[in-house]
């Protein structure tokens, strides 16, 4: 017996397709091509590749994601690339605590200044190591965040793609070998 939802072979006692998992009915003809043509099923990945969209319309991030996709490590690059997420996690959080750390330490010598200036005191903290140290801590809070997003967004387009995917395994269009 065929399954009248996928087309795959099935004894002609089984209850449920071993394909799709979808009920068998006992109306079900022998050749399901006698009745209507069903949908085409996808043997590999490979096939699945076929549906996704032209490499001149993607995003660069969305090509990334397909190409991890495609690739035998698949799995453990997703698991690297959320590893790294989460070291920019906090990175960025602890780059803050620095920056805030060194403003709050900026402020304390203003605070404590002796009777001098308060412009001539302003200039002479502006000029030390520790705004140069505050300045390269922005900095690398500013990339910290951009890696951020960028590695954020590549592991949304992969599970994107695995929905995908997914949802055609569901429909019994997909076969993985």
Same mark, same amino acid.
């Given at each position: 017996m065929y399954c009248s939802h996928c087309g795959a072979q099935n004894a002609d006692d089984d209850l449920f397709c071993g394909c799709c998992g979808q009920r068998l009915s006992g109306d079900v003809p022998v050749n399901p091509a006698e009745d209507e043509e069903l949908p085409p099923v996808m043997d590999s990945r490979a096939e699945f590749a076929m549906l996704?969209?032209?490499?001149?319309?993607?995003?660069?991030? @969305? !090509?990334? &994601?397909?190409? #991890?996709?495609?690739?035998?490590?698949?799995?453990?690059?997703?698991?690297?690339?959320?590893?790294?997420?989460?070291?920019?996690?906090?990175?960025?959080?602890?780059?803050?605590?620095?920056?805030?750390?060194?403003?709050?330490?900026?402020?304390?010598?203003?605070?404590?200044?002796?009777? @001098? !200036?308060? &412009?001539?005191? #302003?200039?002479?903290?502006?000029?030390?190591?520790?705004?140069?140290?505050?300045?390269?801590?922005?900095v690398l809070f500013a990339s910290l965040v951009l890696l951020y997003i960028v590695v954020g967004k590549i592991k949304l387009r992969l599970k994107k793609i695995y929905r995908k995917e997914k949802k055609f395994k569901a429909k019994g269009l997909f076969i993985d070998i």
């Open positions: 996704r969209p032209p490499e001149s319309e993607m995003r660069p991030l @969305t !090509k990334i &994601a397909y190409d #991890i996709h495609d690739s035998e490590q698949a799995k453990t690059i997703s698991a690297v690339l959320s590893v790294i997420f989460v070291g920019l996690c906090l990175g960025v959080i602890a780059n803050l605590l620095a920056i805030f750390e060194k403003m709050n330490n900026l402020t304390y010598s203003l605070k404590t200044s002796s009777g @001098t !200036k308060l &412009a001539d005191e #302003i200039y002479s903290q502006l000029r030390g190591d520790s705004t140069m140290d505050l300045v390269w801590l922005c």
